[in-house]
């Protein structure tokens, strides 16, 4: 998925340079996709990490770390289904 949103990106560079020069029209529709592309990088960089929703909804575990009987670490771990 996040190849997509580089190609958006890539496109919107290519228009950019090439077409835009000649077509103002084509100026917006490069920075669209420009816009579109990072906000898709973005956002896929966010889904890596386990939300509140996914504590609440049962799709994690929560492991803890004990050394002689005092928790020394927290990790929270995606439940595979």
């Keep these: 998925m996040i190849v ?3 190609t958006f990106i890539l496109i919107g560079v290519i228009i950019l ?3 835009a020069n000649e077509y103002p029209i ?3 529709v490069s920075i ?3 816009v579109i592309g990072i906000c898709g990088v973005i956002t896929e960089d966010t889904k ?3 939300t509140a929703l996914d504590v ?5 575990t929560l492991k803890i770390t004990t050394i002689n009987g005092v928790p ?5 771990i995606y439940k595979n289904n």
Excluded: Q, S
């Design 48 to 50: 890596k990490y386990p």
């Design 26 to 28: 084509w100026a917006l």
């Design 17 to 19: 340079g090439f077409i």
């Design 56 to 60: 609440y909804r049962g799709n994690t």
């Design 4 to 6: 997509l949103f580089f």
């Design 32 to 34: 669209f996709c420009i």
């Design 72 to 76: 020394e670490d927290t990790v929270v």
